[in-house]
């Protein structure tokens, strides 16, 4: 399996534009996560899905921040407008959710780099 | 609300040498999953090792071994061995075992610098 995808690898945009960051997870995999990395704040939970439905979304920032799960190998996070203090590493990871030893594991994606200038 | 510590800012370790990386957590949940994930500077996080809190027996993946003291509520990481390639940031997680609950919570992390 290729793993967790994430595209783009590195985005740059201006405070105000519209961000669209995608998402394909591993196969087979009935959970989805959004994570945000930054220095002040670490590691944190935006959303995450079980079977393409959010479950809990209390970790995303605020209205600008959305994210969706059309289907089950897609999943985008989107800002708009986009602002220099959403400047983070996003991370995309999924799981199985089974609670057999090990496959419940979360698997994360390469992440995203946004720059917002 | 569980919480995840990590006193260690920055650690380092010789070459071949043994490093101890702590975790403490506060939960009021008896059962529950705890994790190590390592990130190098590629920034992808790679999973090192889990410890189901049921299990009383410590989860070892080859080099490297936790201690986990269920009562005190701390998860160490033991890196036997150390290589150049353990270079990286340490994060400790928990997760509820409660079925649904998915969240990972993670501590701030350690940097781990390997000297040759």
């Known amino acids: 399996d290729a793993g967790v995808i994430q595209s783009p690898r590195h985005e740059v945009t201006e405070m105000g534009q519209e961000v669209t960051l995608r998402c394909k997870p591993i196969?087979?995999?009935?959970?989805l996560f959004w994570y945000r990395q930054t220095m002040m704040r670490g590691l944190e939970l935006l959303i995450y899905?079980?079977?393409?439905?959010?479950?809990?979304d209390s970790g995303m920032p605020e209205d600008r921040f959305s994210a969706k799960m059309p289907n089950a190998s897609f999943s985008t996070l989107k800002i708009q407008p986009s602002e220099p203090r959403d400047s983070a590493v996003y991370f995309c990871?999924?799981?199985?959710?089974?609670?057999?030893?090990?496959?419940?594991?979360?698997?994360f994606g390469p992440g995203t780099r946004l720059t917002v200038l | 609300a569980q919480t995840v510590t990590q006193s260690q800012p920055e650690m380092s370790v010789q070459e071949a040498e043994t490093v101890t990386l702590s975790c403490t957590y506060d939960?009021?949940?008896?059962?529950?999953?705890l994790f190590w994930y390592k990130q190098p500077p590629s920034r992808q996080m790679i999973l090192v090792i889990r410890?189901?809190?049921?299990?009383?027996q410590n989860a070892t993946e080859n080099r490297f071994s936790v201690n986990f003291q269920k009562a005190a509520k701390s998860f160490s990481l033991k890196i036997s061995d150390s290589q150049l390639g353990d270079a990286a940031m340490y994060f400790c997680?928990?997760?509820?075992?409660?079925?649904?609950?998915?969240?990972?919570?993670f501590g701030t992390g350690t940097r781990l610098t390997i000297i040759p």
């Open positions: 990871a999924s799981s199985s959710g089974t609670r057999v030893s090990g496959t419940d594991t979360q698997y």
């Open positions: 196969s087979g995999h009935d959970y």
């Open positions: 899905f079980n079977n393409n439905v959010p479950i809990d």
């Open positions: 939960t009021s949940e008896s059962d529950y999953y």
């Open positions: 410890q189901e809190a049921y299990k009383q």
């Open positions: 997680a928990y997760r509820s075992a409660n079925f649904g609950n998915e969240k990972l919570t």
